[in-house]
Nanobody, 121 residues
Framework: QVQLVESGGGLVQAGGSLRLSCTAS????????VGWFRQAPGKAREYVAV????????RYADSVKGRFTISRDRAKNTAYLEMNRLKPEDTAVYYC??????????????WGQGTQVTVSS
């Protein structure tokens, strides 16, 4: 079973930055696109960003485009989410997961614990 460990969340003021990391067990990310997702209280989990296996292609939800950057280190089996100019509406638990297809906005895999991001106004 794939184990995912997200880290890097915290409390930050609006306009600030955070960098999230996600490490998968073994070679779970090998050959697969990886996505970041988030879930705010009372809301469904939503896709934030996706990166291809090669790392050469990325895409973002409109709400974060231009502010967030997804990247990955294939050798470390780790994905990252650099978040800049954070807004209170970015407050959520952030998760990563591998995808079966680059164009999917969801994952059917088991989820990790996520990391809490709280943006104060």
């Amino acid at each position: 079973q794939v184990q995912l460990v997200e880290s890097g969340g915290g409390l930050v003021q609006a306009g600030g930055s955070l960098r999230l990391s996600c490490t998968a067990s073994g070679r779970a990310f090998s050959g697969r696109p990886v996505g970041w997702f988030r879930q705010a209280p009372g809301k469904a989990r939503e896709y934030v960003a996706v990166i291809s296996w090669s790392g050469s292609s990325t895409r973002y939800a409109d709400s974060v485009k231009g502010r967030f950057t997804i990247s990955r280190d294939r050798a470390k089996n780790t994905a990252y989410l650099e978040m800049n100019r954070l807004k209170p509406e970015d407050t959520a638990v952030y998760y990563c997961n591998r995808l079966s297809d680059y164009w999917n906005d969801f994952s059917e895999e088991t989820w990790g614990q996520g990391t809490q991001v709280t943006v104060s106004s």
